[in-house]
């Protein structure tokens, strides 16, 4: 592999020079000027040089002329490198400065790499004697003039393409975006006449048409055929430009328009989709388009039609904003109608509340003086009755005796029920008072006192009770009730038993005390918690059937729940929970 040194004041140049030559295993070393590019040559010796034409300081040919002064490197091979639009010139130069082989920019490596090989297989060959200073002074003016006309060419379309380039940066409207670049492409490209048209995918017609450098009476002339024509429609689903040299006959134009010889047409599209096309009529400098023109009207179709697309988008969501805030209008509209009817269901709830809280303590006052008032009538009955029975019971008949038993019997049950009912109503008056409850000790301080009152064979099971903030004294009141319960219904069993435990679930504690005893059908279990409801007869079991209707109101104001399930024969589990925080009592 040989070393080759490149000779390049673009560094970009430079660096693809230095990639493809690495590949090819070259040593390759870099100058950024003739001046220093002699120094190196001095130092290393190349196998190669490959040098600009043009640069600052010392261009190529002045570095072709001092390198072949001297006797030991005038032999070294150097290759011109220079841009393609001044090929013809490099050419000439390249053979006054006795300069076999040229590189065009831009190249691909294949060239490249074909270049090298052939210079480097010329290394033993004597390059050419060096133009004279006349000779290379004459050429120099012929090539300014020529950069010369080709700026004068060049300069304007540079200018229109930062004119377009600062509206395409600004422009969100599709309309004004498409109608300022149809006229930009005209002047960019340089033809006598551009037409762009749109249409979506599922659109019937286009959906915009404009043009530039057509009279607005020949514009509406072109016909449907046109918009539609082969030409077109290739383009658009190829998503590639096309060149044509003379236009085909089957393309329909007004004919107005005189002779035009030469078509390009470019696709308008984006990453994802086409949206239509450019076609530019008749070059302005009476030349067919060129390839160039071709790769410019390329990159203008798809520049725009990106942008194009953005802004369709932002058009699209601008009105999907302006929907969206009618939108949001009508609902705040409506949430302001919601809120207002809730504030006046609230106030509506309100006052039926205080109706329903003035309404149950009148309830409540008045059988709290029923149930006081029938104590002493209650009290006279059983004790006139039992008084007869006392004293006239030996003169009484058999019948007259059991009819008297009955009526003591039935005033004392009757009292009973007068004390519960009073019991009933005080707890819905009486103020909470809540400190912490060691529920284990008070459920087994109410066992034992069952158990010594009612001498029951009753076995309990008792595991660890959590504490729970409480009024003590109504608390101790439900597990009255149901522990008793529990006792009265599974004496029965050939071995009562009753079950007590607890668990924490989320913020409530549930408690649950079982037995196995008569039992109760499950679609019932409801009508426990009601006043005097009882699903058992006096004979079988006695009660009044208030203890658990007290159970669920002093539940209920702790902020908890009670409920019962069961089947009959199998027993009854009765679950009751607490929070484990109070707040405010609940009423």
Not at 129 to 144: H, I, K
Not at 376 to 385: D, F, I
Not at 516 to 538: D, I, Y
Request: charged content about 25%; hydrophobic content about 40%; proline content about 4%.
């Amino acid at each position: 592999m040989a070393v080759v040194l490149v000779v390049d004041d673009d560094r970009s140049a430079r660096e693809l020079m230095k990639t493809v030559l690495g590949y090819a295993g070259h040593q390759v070393h870099e100058a950024h000027d003739g001046a220093e590019a002699l120094l190196l040559v001095h130092q290393s010796m190349p196998a190669l040089v490959i040098v600009d034409l043009l640069m600052p300081k010392m261009d190529g040919m002045e570095f072709v002329r001092r390198l072949r002064r001297h006797s030991a490197t005038a032999a070294i091979p150097v290759v011109f490198y220079t841009a393609s639009y001044l090929e013809s010139q490099a050419q000439h130069l390249a053979r006054l400065c006795g300069v076999t082989h040229f590189i065009s920019k831009p190249a691909e490596p294949e060239q490249i790499f074909s270049v090298v090989n052939a210079a480097l297989g010329e290394r033993d060959v004597l390059p050419q004697r060096p133009a004279s200073s006349a000779d290379q002074q004459d050429y120099l003016a012929g090539l300014t003039a020529a950069l010369s006309r080709k700026a004068a060419h060049v300069i304007p379309r540079l200018e229109a393409l930062i004119a377009l380039g600062l509206r395409l940066a600004s422009e969100k409207d599709p309309h004004r975006l498409l109608l300022g670049f149809c006229e930009a492409a005209r002047k960019i490209v340089g033809a006598k006449i551009s037409i762009v048209a749109i249409r979506h995918d599922g659109d019937s017609t286009q959906r915009f048409t404009f043009t530039s450098g057509l009279a607005p009476t020949l514009e509406q002339q072109l016909s449907p055929g046109f918009w539609d024509s082969e030409v077109h429609r290739q383009v658009r689903a190829s998503r590639q430009p096309r060149r044509l040299d003379s236009l085909p006959p089957e393309l329909p134009l007004p004919a107005g328009l005189g002779p035009l010889h030469c078509l390009l047409c470019a696709p308008i599209l984006s990453p994802q989709r086409a949206y239509g096309w450019l076609t530019l009529l008749e070059s302005t400098n009476h030349v067919a388009f060129d390839a160039e023109d071709e790769v410019l009207a390329h990159i203008l179709a798809a520049q725009v039609g990106r942008i194009y697309e953005n802004g369709s988008l932002y058009a699209e969501i601008k009105r999907y904003a302006e929907r969206l805030e009618v939108e949001v209008a009508q609902r705040k509209q409506s949430q302001d109608e919601i809120e207002r009817l809730n504030r006046d269901l609230e106030c509506r709830i309100q006052q039926r509340t205080a109706e329903l809280v003035d309404l149950n303590k009148e309830l409540e006052a008045f059988g709290y003086t029923v149930s006081h008032e029938l104590r002493a009538p209650l009290r006279a009955v059983v004790g006139y009755s039992t008084m007869a029975l006392n004293s006239e019971g030996e003169r009484l008949s058999d019948e007259s005796r059991r009819c008297l038993k009955s009526v003591v019997e039935s005033g004392l049950r009757m009292n009973r029920m007068v004390d519960d009912l009073l019991q009933f109503s005080r707890k819905g008056r009486q103020a909470l008072h809540i400190v912490e409850v060691d529920m284990h000790s008070l459920v087994r301080e109410i066992w034992d006192e069952l158990i010594h009152e009612t001498n029951a064979a009753t076995r309990l099971e008792l595991a660890r009770i959590d504490r729970a903030p409480a009024d003590r004294a109504m608390i101790r009141e439900v597990w009255m009730n149901l522990l008793s319960n529990a006792v009265k219904y599974s004496r029965n069993a050939a071995q009562p038993q009753v079950a007590v435990s607890s668990e924490a679930i989320g913020g409530m504690t549930r408690y649950c005390v079982s037995d196995n005893g008569a039992g109760f059908s499950a679609e019932h279990a409801s009508r426990l918690f009601r006043v005097f409801e009882r699903l058992h007869t006096h004979s079988e079991f006695e009660g009044t059937g208030v203890g658990l209707a007290i159970v669920e109101r002093i539940v209920g104001r702790h902020g908890g729940r009670v409920w019962a399930e069961s089947q009959p024969g199998q027993g009854a589990r009765f679950t009751f929970t607490l929070p484990h925080r109070q707040s405010e009592p609940c009423s």
